[in-house]
């Protein structure tokens, strides 16, 4: 049977059974459903039932003597038929797993420029690799020695597809290879292990998010962007992304960024900057949800966030300079714990 | 008492790092005046100096371990204290006592 939580934010659903009451099944699913006594007394899992039937298991349950019509504890009712529920709560999921890193092999599935200097890929992986939003892999080929660390764009609890963003710098090994095959590198077997990294997200931290990136540091912040879209967060609370490139012409993902803005009705303002130039006319018109300025990304930042950072919690990535920077503002100007402050350093 | 600088050199509100006697030390001129500490963080011995400071609380650039630099206890993240100096500024020059 099927169980249907319409929250606040997001639309559940996950299987029942009637031997199981729809809060243990939902929990089950990994689903951070609202109770705490799980018993029947406390009556913070109370749902009103809009469709189905539904077995209840206690009515004398001493927290249903207030509840209103149709409105039942989720921990008391089993379902007899696929059910619906309304709540007023804001559900989440949990990210209902361990990140422990692992090894596997994989291949390149995927490779596409996304500007002149910058190419997204994707990796197919022999095993699934757990991860949470914001973390890295390393990614290893024969052809060039040494690991290197890539942040997923996307999140999937369980991925068998990782994608990522890859920067062609000067004089490095990986990803000149990458660059100088170009498509050929479809088909390629590469050594991948992980997941690393402590900038993650999850639902629970129950904070405004602040992501603050320059260029290719922007990688995993779009699966911290997606994991927290997904789950309805900016119905909850504010997400302020600034991102950072030197001209309107190495812009990447601002399509990405437009439909998230477009989704997230005004919770989630999103800024690019550019340090080297104005915004062209073209980028502005193209992507009308966004926020366009010239200038240093931490700059920019420290201006559009002064007297913002209430129960905030930032996400860094980038050249250091700009990440140094930018931890500076968030401890002098936005007062932030270091705690609230979330890179991981590759330098 | 050893001879550190000129309380010139360090402007109100910013930190500095010099060489006394072959270790570093951190002159720190804050809301309440001059104070002294190690230069070096006791967590991975980077320099203090490129540190972050607000007039009141230090912070490591490298792990933002924090400490109040009235006192030298551990804030936030930090996992213990900085070792702080005694100082004295005297005719426009700041001295400081490193313990043996």
């Not at chain 1, 997200?201 to 922007?218: E, H, Q, R, V, Y």
Request: charged share 25%; with cysteine; hydrophobic share 35%.
């Amino acid at each position: 049977m099927k169980i249907t939580i319409d929250a606040k934010n997001k639309t559940w659903s996950f299987p029942g059974t009637a031997q199981e009451s729809c809060l243990q099944s939902g929990l089950a699913a990994g689903i951070n459903m609202p109770y705490e006594c799980a018993t029947g007394t406390c009556g913070s899992c109370q749902a009103r039932l809009v469709e189905g039937e539904v077995e209840d298991c206690w009515p004398e349950a001493p927290a249903r003597e207030k509840l209103g019509e149709n409105v039942r504890l989720l921990c008391q009712c089993n379902p007899k038929t696929d059910c619906t529920f309304e709540t007023n709560n804001i559900v989440y999921d949990y990210d209902n797993f361990t990140v422990t890193p692992k090894r596997t092999t994989g291949k390149i599935t995927h490779f596409e420029l996304l500007t002149a200097d910058v190419a997204e890929i994707k990796v197919s992986v022999d095993k699934v690799i757990h991860y949470h939003s914001g973390q890295f892999v390393t990614l290893e080929c024969k052809e060039v020695p040494g690991a290197r660390a890539y942040s997923m764009t996307n999140f999937d609890a369980a991925a068998e597809e990782l994608s990522f963003v890859i920067k062609r710098k000067p004089g490095g090994g990986w990803s000149n290879w990458l660059f100088e095959y170009g498509a050929g590198v479809v088909g390629k077997k590469l050594r991948v292990h992980g997941a690393f990294g402590k900038a993650v997200f999850t639902p629970d931290i129950g904070k405004n998010l602040l992501i603050i990136a320059g260029g290719s540091g922007i990688a995993g912040m779009m699966a911290i962007l997606s994991r927290a879209a997904e789950t309805g967060y900016f119905k909850q609370y504010r997400g302020d992304v600034f991102f950072g490139v030197r001209r309107p012409e190495d812009g990447f993902f601002l399509k990405t960024f437009q439909e998230l803005a477009a989704r997230n009705e005004g919770k989630l303002s999103i800024t690019v900057a550019f340090s080297d130039a104005e915004a062209t006319e073209y980028v502005r018109k193209r992507y009308p949800e966004l926020q366009f300025e010239t200038g240093f990304i931490h700059e920019v930042a420290a201006e559009k966030m002064d007297g913002r950072y209430k129960n905030v919690r930032a996400y860094l990535a980038g050249p250091p300079p700009a990440v140094e920077a930018a931890q500076r503002i968030l401890i002098i100007q936005g007062k932030l714990a270091p705690a609230d402050i979330r890179l991981d350093k590759f330098n | 008492m050893k001879y550190v600088c000129e309380a010139t050199d360090v402007a109100e509100g910013k930190i500095k790092g010099f060489d006394v006697d072959g270790e570093r030390v951190l002159i720190i001129n804050g809301d309440n005046g001059f104070r002294a500490s190690t230069g070096v963080c006791p967590h991975q011995e980077v320099l203090l100096e490129e540190g972050l400071f607000d007039g009141c609380v230090l912070t490591c650039h490298s792990h933002l371990w924090q400490w109040d630099v009235e006192t030298g206890d551990a804030q936030g993240l930090a996992e213990g204290p900085l070792e702080m100096y005694q100082t004295k500024v005297e005719d426009g020059k700041v001295y400081i006592t490193i313990p043996k």
